[in-house]
């Protein structure tokens, strides 16, 4: 387990994942189709946890495992591989999909109100 896998809090991170693509908070903004705001909320701590939509973008976006960038647990990466510095949105392969019975594009077409339903489940 490298350094960057024992941070501690999401807003840290969040950050670190960043920096670790070499990234802006408007590049990642632009890469997860977050807002910019939305980024420096996150990494200032005044937004302690995104949403399971928002999480999704984000570790697709910064190549991150999803339970790693929501909970500290396990590797940063699936599969513990490190990568490239300046890697990104435009190279390598995707993390994968936690959910075997649904897609991505199916979760993307829901509601907001049943993505927060999920969320409600998957947090109890």
Request: aromatic share 6%; no cysteine.
């Amino acid at each position: 387990m490298s350094r960057v896998d024992r941070v501690e809090t999401f807003s840290q991170r969040l950050r670190a994942a960043r920096m670790r693509q070499g990234w802006t908070q408007k590049d990642l903004a632009a890469a997860s189709r977050l807002s910019q705001s939305a980024i420096g909320n996150y990494e200032s701590g005044q937004r302690r946890q995104p949403s399971s939509d928002a999480l999704i973008k984000l570790t697709r976006a910064l190549r991150v495992s999803p339970a790693w960038l929501s909970t500290g647990e396990g590797p940063m990466q699936e599969g513990g591989a490190e990568a490239p510095a300046g890697g990104g949105a435009a190279g390598g392969p995707e993390p994968p999909w936690p959910f075997a019975s649904i897609s991505y594009e199916a979760y993307s077409r829901l509601t907001e109100q049943e993505k927060q339903q999920i969320e409600l489940v998957l947090a109890a």
